[in-house]
């Protein structure tokens, strides 16, 4: 393994990182519109204004940045990058077939969950270095739900990984079976779930609700800096349901998948990715207490169903 | 070298790598974007009011019940994944399911006296 | 017949903790019923005792075989006549008290009587040396109630009482320290075993740490001079019984330990302690003298003889011998006897008269009470060494075995022999002075030129009511009954002791021919 | 032995801060954070030498995961505690004594709610 | 791996923890019962108990969790359980004291009842566990397991000073668990394994390259120990963590906490019988300051929880005292002297805790309060009395000499000297100490100085002359309840000082 290697390595996983999350935005503009009868854009870059992200981010970069006076000023400035790296270094280890992964962790399963648990930071930081009442008032509700969501997500991933008897995702990925479908299918729904809430997508906006609290920690927030929060969002979105379609929809299986392996990948992330824009078009926002119940009286009882199923499962098969 | 180590020779480009794509943009930033300072843009917004006070308010804290929360439960579910490795293990198997079944059972009562007390519900 | 034995100690306890829990749950129980439980209770103490030395009773049990000690209980020469005045004085200081009402509960004031007592008896008869440690520290509580609650509050019993349990514990612990070196590297706790030659063997330096920690720790106990200064306070605190128990039993486990602990167990050590604790007891002849020419409290004044006698006994210790340690036993029991008059002769005198002050005008004893004034000449008499009397064997003896101690400096045992004499003449002077106040009433010509401006012969006294009560008719001064019959006890006991001193002598004799056999 | 060194050095710094950030800081919660540093130091050496001797029992990882649980065990208690201290006293400052508080008025007393520290 | 199960060995912390759980479990059923998890809490203790002597009479090795090689991680042999039954039978005395406490009178403790219940179970489950503990972690985590829900006792108690004392006792747990965790580092560096027994160790001694390391460890874990069980320098948490925390609290922290504490340190002393003198030194150095320092500023104090506070850190010094010396005894030596200081304090924090309850809730006791209470309140007085003299070492309460001759012996055989001299001192130091409390029992109660008092025992002495005593302030009778344990414990101290054996022989 040369340096170049890694060099490689490491520009493909920015280069995903840089256009997934535009394809995935732009999805987001073309399937809302069409969800609520409209067509979206239509201008940018010429065919169904395919440009429209692109020209978004020059834009972004030509605005005035401004940092408030009452902001903690190196605080303010870096929250930004501290939530790009969550789901950028969490993109390091998610594999597209057995081969296709920038770097081969050991236990990627458990990296993943780690260092996507960076961007609770991110926003407290920005909360918080922003001197701003909303702002510091949505961090609190982000930490809150993010801390929340991710016992539920914690507890799924487990499970999946005690089917697989493995912790790495491509491992898991190889021990998948169709069965699972079925009987991994109350922590499937409890993943797609908590990985919603921990992007703080709609439903679980409400840290970010603009009726309340404008957009939570990044009410401060203009020009690039947004832009980079934006990003990582939908990098987050890449990520999660990437995790979802290794874990439960099993990756690369599918027919040939000798050659075809990271299609299944790329059209299951896809199709996850797609439900979660679908469910953030059809349901309203919940209220932050109600959140907080779902999380903790629906979603850690089932996974801890779920738990309790695969291990039995397990040791019932083994 | 071992593939492990290779992966995380793979987080540390990436890493690096993001550090360069964080500070080129703000070096566009800072070379693209207007500057015009001025008081009112300045100001802290609050839906265009003046602002009163400033960030560091009282307020209700209940937020630090999930904090809590939270510590409890991830940091156990730590021992989820150990276990998850062992559970084929024959032997093992079987009493490492009970013995998770009671720690899964003592969390579970603590959320349950935890529901109980009122820490989760809201007011 | 060991249950005679254990009867001795568990009985005056038992009694002695039923009176002050009795005296608590309920209603205070009354003085006479208290009085009437207490007597009983150390006359069959005494009983017991008397039964038990001439029974020759002994128990040896285990009791704490994680320390290795035992419940062995047995009275032999040494012990047997400790014992026995451990009891009789008790008897005899319950006896006194029913005139000398203690100010307080009774039921807690004879409970702390009879504790004492159970713990005095209870460590003249263990054979374990640390089960002594035990017994010695047992009376240390109750002493210090009946100092700190009973006592004199116009001498400051608060004091004298935290005096005397500091100095005691602070005592007790170096003896702690050295018992426990004594028995870690002898072997064994057992007295029998450590005095027959089990600690001779040791090594000089442990043997020497043990026997200077345990010189030190007792000699507080005696009192040594140096370490003495609680006992004037003690003693003029404490109430007459308390004084009397001091002088007759708590001083006398000091003098004792000294034998059973040091000069047994360890000769050789002790012969290289042994010129220290002569020239300290010498020191303690001299100064208790000199303090008690010019001491003007009466009670005072006959705890700093106290002192004076303690320091012959432990010159006849430092001497060694046969005939060194048959004149500190000696010593021992007549100091007891003539210390219990004297506190008991004092505190009748007090009681009536309020504090006596040996320098203010009086009515003589003689005119007032003639009978107390002859126990008073009697037990002066005897603490001067006149022949014939319980003091002077004791001293005489002690001078004797001083002058002519082998394997000691001779010439500093010849001086401190003379030294010790000159501290006899210093008594007769002192008894001289007591008597001439207290008994003849004549006044000392300083004082009498002091009395001229006040009318005659009344007794100053610190509180009017102590000067109205002194200044009662003299009739109702006399002492008689039961306090009479305790004081006339001691008396015949002074002349028994005085005029046959083989009868005690003998007694120890055998015994401690035996255990010196190791002793050269 | 040069990979041993050099997590040997991280722990040794780790350590030597956090005693100091212990023994210097008067905040509660910068205390907080000092002793973070030397578990994470203790951690460090536990994994470190997890990998490099016969530890077939994996009893040093598992000693880390235990320190990791503890840790957060007394941070959830740590944090609830200096927040109720907090509350009442109206500082966290750890020298000063419980007559010093009147220096400090309790939250509550505020008339505008405000807390400033 | 076979791992073997000895239930019945496990049972003694495993009771309570059950116990901790059903708390819990009730109060989710059936809330807002203040009497119930009390009541569970004393039932779980004696369950522990018995499950104790159940193992104690049909013979059980006391170990469990052994795996192939013979080694085990669960050893609890004849000192381990006289401690771990010290630890459960003076938590059943708090949850007791906690049952008949009135809980309408404390402030901020409304619906926590549960809450500590559960945590004195599982703080109680922690010290009983420790003792056993022969591996690192397992130590490592019930140790804490015995710390941490001691903080939140002190801070559930509500209020400013609990939040201090709460606070103070916080950072020193942080602190300790911080240097233990750096102590099992290393040692697990040193050795090379987490067990705490077996060759791996003894070789690690052996090994002059190895020895510092050990040593080092060794140093960290007892000073993390020493925190706990609060020696100087380590007990500055003490006198405020007891203050905050009001009279079954601070008994639970004076006792429970104490034996989990000694039991841990036992746990480590004794796989390094072969440490080095340096680090023996170290310790007694350590014990003679905690003596010295406990001895005077208890002198000083006139609350009685501060002054329990101190009297502990000069107890924990007395408790270590044997230990500083490598003997054959030194271990159930400092076990003996624990029992005896257990014992001891248990009856002065009975005896306060129904003063506290026999009086209003807002008097704070002090000295001057306990005047009198000799006529007052004799069978209370006793004890305390008792209590007070077998920490003191005083007949009648013959244990507490026992006790102090048990510890002594050790240092004495082991010639340390210098140590000698000062343990005796603070005995000494000692019996001023306690003797003046006993001093306050026997005082009139006319005038409320306690030291000038001169003019009144006159009046007294006068009144008592004239046949009766001075007219008492009537205290309230406290609830039977007290009383039967008051007696409990008075009868533990009698029938030791009769019979010492009883005690020595539990270790």
């Known amino acids: 393994m040369s340096v170049l290697e890694i060099v490689l390595r490491s520009v493909a996983v920015l280069v995903c990182f840089m256009v997934l999350p535009l394809v995935l935005g732009q999805a987001e503009h073309k399937v809302m519109a069409h969800m609520q009868g409209r067509l979206g854009p239509m201008e940018a870059g010429g065919f169904h204004g395919w440009a429209q992200l692109i020209a978004d981010g020059v834009k972004f970069a030509q605005k005035e940045d401004v940092v408030p006076r009452a902001a903690d000023k190196p605080v303010f400035g870096l929250a930004p990058a501290v939530s790009m790296f969550s789901y950028l270094l969490a993109l390091v280890a998610i594999p597209f077939t057995p081969s296709t992964v920038a770097g081969d962790l050991p236990a990627s399963l458990v990296y993943v969950l780690a260092v996507s648990g960076i961007g609770t930071i991110a926003t407290l930081m920005a909360g918080f270095g922003s001197g701003n009442k909303y702002a510091m008032l949505g961090a609190f509700r982000s930490a809150a739900q993010l801390v929340s969501y991710e016992v539920p997500l914690i507890l799924a991933c487990a499970s999946f990984a005690m089917a697989a008897g493995s912790l790495s995702i491509g491992g898991i990925v190889h021990a998948w079976h169709p069965i699972w479908l079925l009987w991994q299918l109350p922590g499937a729904i409890v993943l797609l779930i908590a990985a919603t809430a921990e992007l703080q997508r709609p439903p679980f906006d409400m840290p970010v609700a603009d009726s309340e609290v404008v957009m939570g920690a990044m009410t401060e927030y203009t020009g690039l800096r947004f832009a980079l929060f934006l990003l990582s969002e939908y990098a987050g979105i890449v990520v999660m349901s990437a995790l979802f379609a290794a874990l439960y929809l099993g990756g690369w299986n599918g027919p040939f998948d000798g050659a075809l392996g990271f299609v299944w990948m790329l059209l299951k992330t896809a199709a996850v990715a797609f439900v979660v824009l679908w469910v953030r078009m059809s349901w309203p926002r919940l209220r932050e207490d109600q959140l907080q119940r779902f999380a903790w009286f629906f979603l850690v009882p089932l996974a801890l169903f779920q738990l309790a199923l695969t291990a039995a499962g397990v040791i019932y098969t083994a | 070298m071992n593939s492990g180590l290779l992966g995380y020779l793979v987080v540390l480009g990436v890493t690096l790598g993001g550090v360069g794509l964080f500070t080129a943009a703000m070096v566009v930033r800072r070379v693209l974007a207007p500057r015009a300072p001025s008081g009112a843009k300045l100001a802290t917004y609050e839906s265009g009011v003046d602002p009163s006070g400033g960030d560091w308010q009282q307020s209700g804290f209940r937020y630090v019940a999930y904090a809590f929360l939270y510590v409890v439960f991830a940091v156990d579910a730590v021992y989820l994944f150990p276990w998850a490795l062992v559970l084929r293990t024959s032997g093992l198997g079987v009493a490492s399911v009970v013995e998770m079944g009671i720690f899964i059972l003592v969390l579970l009562v603590g959320l349950a006296h935890a529901a109980r007390r009122g820490v989760l519900s809201w007011l | 017949m060991s249950l005679v034995l254990l009867a001795a100690v568990a009985v005056p306890l038992g009694v002695g903790a039923a009176l002050m829990a009795g005296d608590r749950l309920g209603r205070p129980v009354g003085h006479t019923g208290a009085w009437a439980v207490a007597m009983l209770a150390s006359v069959v103490t005494l009983a017991a005792c008397v039964a038990a030395v001439v029974t020759d009773a002994h128990i040896d049990k285990p009791w704490v075989p994680g320390l290795g000690m035992r419940l062995h209980l047995a009275t032999d020469g040494i012990s047997a006549p400790l014992v026995i005045l451990a009891a009789a004085v008790t008897l005899l200081a319950v006896a006194v008290s029913s005139r000398q009402r203690p100010k307080g509960t009774p039921g807690l004031f004879y409970g702390c009587l009879l504790v004492v007592l159970g713990g005095a008896v209870a460590a003249f008869s263990v054979r374990d040396a640390v089960a002594f440690f035990i017994a010695f520290e047992v009376v240390l509580v109750p002493m210090w109630v009946l100092i700190d609650r009973f006592g004199d509050a116009a001498a400051d019993r608060r004091r004298a009482g935290w005096m005397f349990v500091l100095y005691t514990v602070g005592g007790s612990m170096f003896m702690l320290a050295g018992i426990l070196l004594l028995v870690v590297s002898a072997g064994t706790s057992d007295l029998e075993r450590l005095a027959g030659g089990a600690a001779a063997a040791l090594p000089f330096p442990i043997a020497m740490t043990a026997g200077v920690l345990l010189t030190l720790g007792l000699a507080v106990k005696v009192p040594l001079i140096g370490v003495h200064s609680w006992l004037p306070w003690a003693h003029t605190a404490a109430p007459t019984a308390g004084s009397m128990l001091l002088a007759a039993v708590l001083l006398k486990l000091g003098t004792y330990g000294f034998i059973r602990l040091v000069v047994l167990p360890l000769p050789v050590a002790w012969r290289t302690i042994a010129p220290v604790i002569a020239v300290l007891a010498v020191v303690g002849i001299v100064v208790g003298g000199l303090v008690c020419l010019v001491e003007r409290d009466l009670k005072r004044l006959v705890a700093w003889s106290s002192i004076a006698h303690m320091g012959f006994v432990m010159l006849a210790l430092a001497a060694g011998q046969q005939i060194g340690l048959q004149a500190a036993l000696y010593g021992n029991i007549a100091h007891g006897v003539i210390s219990a008059l004297l506190f008991a002769v004092v505190g009748a005198l007090e009681a009536r008269r309020g504090a006596v002050d040996v320098d203010e005008p009086m009515v003589g004893l003689r005119n007032s009470d003639p009978r107390l004034g002859f126990a008073l000449v009697v037990g002066t008499a005897a603490a001067i060494g006149l022949p014939g009397l319980a003091g002077f064997w004791g001293e005489i003896l002690a001078l004797f075995a001083a002058w002519g101690a082998p394997h000691r400096p001779g010439a500093l045992f010849h001086v401190l022999t003379a030294v010790a004499a000159f501290g006899a003449v210093l008594a007769a002077a002192y008894g001289v002075r007591v008597l001439r106040a207290v008994w003849a009433g004549e006044r000392s010509p300083e004082a009498a030129d002091a009395a001229l401006g006040t009318s005659d012969g009344a007794t100053p006294a610190s509180t009017a009511g102590e000067h109205a009560e002194a200044s009662a008719p003299v009739a109702t001064e006399r002492v008689v009954g039961l306090e009479w019959l305790a004081i006339g006890v001691l008396v015949a006991a002074v002349f028994v002791l005085g005029l046959a001193p083989t009868l005690l002598m003998n007694v120890a004799d055998a015994d401690l021919l035996r255990l010196l056999g190791g002793l050269k | 032995m040069i990979h041993l060194l050099l997590p040997f050095a991280l722990a040794a710094v780790l350590a030597g801060s956090g005693v100091y950030g212990v023994l210097s800081r008067r905040n509660a919660v910068l205390m907080l954070v000092g002793v973070e540093l030397i578990l994470a130091s203790a951690s460090l050496i536990l994994v470190t030498m997890s990998t490099t001797l016969p530890d077939d029992a994996a009893a040093g990882q598992i000693l880390t995961i235990f320190v990791i649980t503890l840790a957060a065990a007394e941070v959830t208690l740590a944090l609830g505690i200096i927040l109720a201290a907090f509350r009442l006293r109206g500082h966290i400052d750890l020298t000063e004594r419980l007559d010093d508080d009147a220096a400090h008025a309790p939250v509550d007393d505020r008339t505008d709610g405000r807390v400033t520290s | ?507």
Not at chain 5, 227 to 254: D, I, N, Q, R, Y
Not at chain 5, 492 to 499: C, E, K, P, Q
């Open chain 5, 1 to 507: 791996m076979k791992i073997s199960f000895d239930a019945l060995a496990l049972a003694p912390a495993v009771v309570p923890m059950v116990g901790a759980l059903l708390v819990l479990l009730v109060d989710v059923v059936l809330p807002g019962r203040a009497r119930l998890p009390w009541v569970l809490a004393v039932l779980a203790c004696l369950g522990g108990l018995g499950a104790l002597v159940a193992g104690a009479v049909t013979g059980g090795h006391g170990t469990s969790l052994c795996d192939a090689s013979g080694g085990c991680y669960w050893q609890a042999d004849q000192t381990g359980v006289g401690l771990q039954g010290l630890a459960l039978a003076s938590a059943a005395v708090v949850a007791v004291l906690a049952l008949a406490e009135k809980t309408s009178d404390v402030p901020g403790t409304k619906g926590h009842t549960a809450v500590r219940a559960m945590l004195v179970l599982a703080a109680t489950a922690g010290c009983v566990g420790v003792v056993a503990a022969r591996d690192l972690a397992s130590w490592l985590v019930l140790i804490e397991l015995a710390t941490i829900p001691s903080v939140a006792l002190v801070a559930l108690r509500g209020g400013r000073q609990a939040a201090h004392g709460a606070l103070t006792l916080l950072v020193t747990a942080l602190v300790s668990f911080a240097v233990l965790a750096l102590g099992a580092a290393v040692w697990f560096a040193a050795t090379g394994t987490a067990s705490m027994t077996g060759d791996q160790v003894l070789d690690a001694f052996a090994d002059p390259a190895r020895k510092p390391l050990v040593v080092l460890a060794m140093m960290l874990v007892i000073a993390g120990v020493g925190f706990k069980l609060s020696l100087a320098p380590f007990h500055a948490w003490t006198p405020e963590a007891f203050e905050g925390s009001g009279s079954w609290v601070a008994a639970f922290l004076a006792t429970t906490s104490k034996v989990g504490a000694l039991g841990g340190m036992l746990v480590v002393l004794r796989a390094a019988s072969s440490l080095g003198s340096s680090a023996l030194t170290a310790l007694a150095v350590v014990a003679a300051l905690s003596m010295t320092v406990g001895n005077v500023m208890a002198w000083r104090q006139d609350g009685p929880l501060r002054f329990m506070a101190w009297s502990t850190v000069a107890q924990a010094g007395w408790v270590v005292l044997p230990m500083t010396v490598v003997a054959g005894g030194s271990v159930t030596a400092a076990a003996a002297y624990l029992a005896l200081y257990t014992i001891g304090t248990l009856a002065v924090f009975v005896v306060l805790a129904a003063l506290e309850d026999a009086r209003s809730r807002e008097h704070e006791t002090t000295i001057g309060d306990l005047r009198g209470l000799f006529r007052t309140r004799p069978m209370m007085a006793a004890t305390l009395a008792l209590g007070l003299l077998a920490l003191a070492g005083l007949p009648p309460s013959i244990i507490g000499v026992v006790a102090k001759i048990v510890a002594l012996k050790p240092v004495v055989a082991g010639g340390v000297w210098w140590l000698v001299v000062i343990a005796l001192l603070n005995a000494v130091l000692g019996v001023a100490v306690y003797l003046r409390w006993i001093a306050a029992m026997f005082a009139p109660v006319a005038t409320p100085a306690p030291e000038n008092d001169d003019v009144s025992d006159e009046a007294a002495a006068v009144a008592a002359l004239s046949g009766d005593e001075p007219e008492l302030t009537p205290l309230p009778r406290p609830k039977k309840v007290y009383g039967v344990l008051a007696a409990l414990v008075s009868l533990a101290v009698v029938t030791t000082s009769l019979a010492p054996n009883v005690l020595l022989a539990l270790f």
